[in-house]
């Protein structure tokens, strides 16, 4: 968790559970949980060290930042590089907090070109669907995201 989510956590005004997959029931928990040890075994997380890293890899693949700072959402094509740089169409009219988004509806190139760099944990099959990619700058980002049963594998 990073910025006012932290703050919010650490202020003792939310409570996060942390349980490794084979612990139950936390499927039928009514709040989010921390699933830990999940990705420890994904290419990702050697190959994806860094945002430059992962630039080097994937920088001219296509997507979009997305703005959410703003009264409405506010979406502009770019590529990675671009993105992580604040150069060209990603840096009009967006804050810094804008995400870089891609996913199987709009443009799934960059998710095939990862696929190899991770796979769907086990203890999560039975909520695989649509798969989402999000890239952010250091200070980027959005604090509170909400989907109904979804699951997030953060490489930090």
Not at 30 to 46: K, N, S
Not at 126 to 137: C, P, T
Not at 147 to 152: D, F, I, K
């Given at each position: 968790l990073f910025g006012f989510a932290s703050a919010v956590c650490a202020a003792g005004l939310c409570d996060l559970q942390r349980v490794g997959p084979d612990?139950?029931?936390w499927m039928q928990a009514d709040h989010p949980v921390v699933l830990t040890g999940l990705l420890d075994e994904?290419?990702?997380?050697?190959?994806?060290?860094?945002?430059?890293?992962f630039a080097d890899l994937f920088g001219d693949m296509p997507g979009y930042a997305r703005d959410h700072?703003?009264?409405e959402l506010r979406d502009v094509d770019t590529?990675?590089?671009d993105y992580l740089n604040?150069?060209?169409s990603a840096?009009?009219?967006l804050s810094r907090s804008a995400a870089f988004f891609v996913n199987d509806y709009e443009d799934s190139r960059l998710?095939?070109?990862?696929?190899?760099?991770?796979?769907?944990?086990?203890?999560?099959?039975?909520?695989?669907?649509?798969?989402?990619?999000?890239?952010?700058?250091?200070?980027?980002?959005?604090?509170?995201?909400?989907?109904?049963?979804a699951w997030q594998g953060l490489v930090a």
């Amino acid at each position: 968790l990073f910025g006012f989510a932290s703050a919010v956590c650490a202020a003792g005004l939310c409570d996060l559970q942390r349980v490794g997959p084979d612990e139950k029931p936390w499927m039928q928990a009514d709040h989010p949980v921390v699933l830990t040890g999940l990705l420890d075994e994904w290419p990702a997380m050697r190959r994806w060290s860094s945002a430059a890293a992962f630039a080097d890899l994937f920088g001219d693949m296509p997507g979009y930042a997305r703005d959410h700072d703003q009264l409405e959402l506010r979406d502009v094509d770019t590529t990675v590089s671009d993105y992580l740089n604040g150069v060209g169409s990603a840096a009009a009219n967006l804050s810094r907090s804008a995400a870089f988004f891609v996913n199987d509806y709009e443009d799934s190139r960059l998710l095939d070109k990862i696929s190899a760099d991770f796979s769907l944990p086990d203890a999560l099959s039975s909520i695989a669907a649509l798969r989402v990619f999000a890239l952010e700058r250091e200070d980027a980002g959005v604090t509170f995201h909400r989907h109904e049963a979804a699951w997030q594998g953060l490489v930090a």
